[in-house]
């Protein structure tokens, strides 16, 4: 039995938005490696699908194994598809992830956590008070915002089924 550094969470289902129905609007700051800007869902939306990927916060593993996994599968070669991360890390801390991981993508920061409310994908933090971060979660969206992926993390840490996204990209080209 492998003896885990962490302990496993349970989640449960989240209250998140289902394939067919509108992903819900937000606009935030979108960072990418050289400045940010405020950005809503529906200007990236306007130019074709964008997977939205919720994750931890930077510096948390989950993040670092998401990250690593999307730059290395380069899904917006293969596919007409924007992606870009949320979390509840400031902009300054997203550049910062953005350099040190080579990660080609734009991030949405969010450090109240209202957007992965809005989605229905929350996590509050044992121990912190107040504190939440979105549970790791992938939406496929397109032109008119309607959601044609969606998964939510059941447990903490819990990641995406990236065979399936791959799938759903490829359904939805």
Do not use: C, K
């Amino acid at each position: 039995m492998m003896d885990l550094a962490f302990d496993v969470v349970d989640l449960g289902d989240a209250d998140h938005p289902q394939v067919g129905e509108q992903a819900p609007e937000f606009v935030r700051p979108l960072v990418g490696s050289e400045y940010w800007e405020d950005v809503a869902l529906s200007e990236l939306t306007a130019d074709g699908p964008v997977l939205l990927v919720f994750y931890p916060m930077d510096g948390s593993f989950p993040a670092t194994y998401i990250w690593n996994e999307l730059r290395d599968r380069a899904w917006e070669e293969t596919y007409d598809v924007t992606i870009v991360g949320l979390s509840i890390s400031t902009p300054y801390e997203h550049r910062t992830l953005i350099g040190d991981r080579g990660i080609p993508y734009r991030l949405f920061s969010d450090p109240q956590n209202g957007v992965a409310e809005s989605y229905g994908v929350v996590h509050d933090l044992d121990g912190m008070a107040g504190i939440s971060e979105p549970r790791p979660a992938v939406f496929l969206v397109d032109e008119d915002r309607t959601i044609q992926y969606a998964w939510a993390a059941r447990e903490w840490p819990d990641l995406p089924n990236y065979d399936a996204v791959e799938d759903a990209l490829a359904e939805h080209r």
